[in-house]
């Protein structure tokens, strides 16, 4: 049985780690965000305080102690000084005292300070034989920057959590392939246990039965070892079978070569038809091709032809017809292997490439085989770039289709 925790584990780290990625990109790209607008900000403060300074400067060297210097922005505090003398200022309820303490304050730079809950942006900066104090109140500029704090964090709790449901959904849908080979491998391993099971008993049941009869000569037990010996190659076979549906399953390179399809299917019939009188069968081939070079792998394209040539007289009874038609449609080339057989309930076509997938019919009619046949052939055509198609009647007969596309026919 497969362990359940494996997939939830895996799920719920796919989704820390989905979390994790996002919330780490948000809360960086938050970051990003109010600095870049913290420092627009203070641009635009340090922007204004910097044209009243320029303001207060042109009108200092024009006017006298008599006239006023004029602000050309009310929200800021200007402090003139002339050999520490206060010269001009505008007067503020901010401070305890009329005037802020100018010796605290550091000259020729911008900074920010908080007093009596206020928050302010100053320079102080010397200019000729004057000193110039301008502070402005910021609160609002501040209390904007708050907000945007408080929006990129709610934004990125927010974001993390539709996240959390996205992962939750696209890990599920991600793990859906993976549990199904998962699924697909344990049901290979029993299927496959349950297959070899049953002649290794037989086999053991029979050797068992000759060693209670150490007298016997090999005459008596000659029924005996034919069936177990029947049973060992049937044990032989299957394993053959599961070492070529491995090696389908991982085949990176087909050797691709010039092939008359017409000579292959005439080598490949010209074995099977003694096999054919034996069993008194009607079996021949019919071509109606013009072109019939196509570029393919001949071993592969060969092992295809013969698996539903196998499962044909497999699956046949004397005086059936097999027929094997190769033709041309729609810019593909088809070979129809047809037979009079016992057919496929309509129910069970789309699992017989399913492994070790045997029609009860078949079990009914004690026919052997182990159900992997089919399952190579599907392997196969897929490596080849061929398709399959299967139509059938229970109790009519059966046709497989092998396309092999025209894209495919010339290429080198």
């Given amino acids: 049985m497969i362990n359940k925790n494996v997939f939830s584990n895996t799920k719920n780290r796919l989704i820390k780690i989905n979390i994790?990625?996002?919330?780490?990109?948000?809360?960086?790209?938050?970051?990003?965000?109010?600095?870049?607008?913290?420092?627009?900000?203070?641009?635009?403060i340090d922007s204004k305080i910097e044209d009243e300074l320029e303001s207060i400067?042109?009108?200092?060297?024009k006017t006298s102690f008599f006239n006023p210097v004029t602000l050309k922005d009310p929200s800021n505090m200007v402090y003139v000084y002339e050999n520490d003398r206060i010269r001009y200022y505008t007067q503020n309820g901010y401070f305890d005292e009329v005037l802020p303490n100018k010796k605290e304050n550091k000259e020729n730079s911008f900074f920010t300070y908080s007093k009596k809950g206020y928050t302010f942006r100053e320079l102080n900066i010397s200019v000729s034989k004057y000193d110039i104090q301008i502070i402005r109140n910021i609160n609002s500029e501040m209390n904007s920057l708050k907000q945007l704090m408080f929006?990129?964090?709610?934004?990125?709790?927010?974001?993390?959590?539709?996240?959390?449901?996205?992962?939750?959904?696209?890990?599920k849908k991600a793990l859906i392939p993976i549990e199904t080979a998962w699924n697909n491998q344990a049901k290979f391993i029993q299927d496959a246990s349950h297959e070899l099971r049953t002649p290794i008993s037989i086999v053991s049941s029979k050797l068992e039965s000759m060693l209670k009869s150490p007298n016997n000569t090999v005459n008596d037990e000659v029924e005996t070892i034919a069936d177990a010996m029947k049973e060992t190659r049937r044990v032989k076979k299957m394993i053959s079978d599961l070492l070529s549906l491995t090696k389908e399953d991982y085949i990176t390179k087909l050797n691709i070569e010039k092939v008359d399809i017409e000579e292959l299917l005439q080598e490949i019939t010209n074995n099977y038809i003694d096999i054919a009188e034996i069993q008194n069968k009607e079996f021949k081939l019919i071509c109606e091709i013009e072109d019939k070079f196509i570029y393919t792998d001949i071993s592969k394209l060969r092992q295809l032809i013969l698996i539903f040539i196998d499962n044909a007289f497999k699956y046949t009874k004397e005086n059936d017809r097999i027929e094997i038609n190769l033709n041309e449609e729609d810019n593909n080339i088809n070979i129809d292997i047809r037979d009079t057989g016992i057919g496929i309930k309509e129910e069970e076509i789309p699992f017989i490439f399913d492994r070790f997938f045997r029609s009860e019919n078949m079990r009914n009619q004690d026919i052997d085989g182990s159900g992997i046949g089919l399952s190579i052939a599907k392997m196969i055509s897929l490596n080849l770039d061929c398709k399959l198609k299967v139509k059938s009647i229970l109790g009519d007969g059966t046709k497989f289709k092998i396309i092999i596309p025209r894209k495919l026919i010339n290429r080198k």
């Fill in 20 to 44: 994790a990625v996002v919330g780490s990109f948000l809360i960086i790209f938050s970051i990003f965000i109010f600095i870049y607008f913290k420092g627009l900000t203070y641009k635009s």
């Fill in 57 to 61: 400067t042109i009108q200092l060297v």
């Fill in 151 to 171: 929006v990129l964090i709610i934004g990125v709790l927010f974001s993390v959590l539709i996240t959390y449901y996205i992962a939750l959904y696209l890990t």
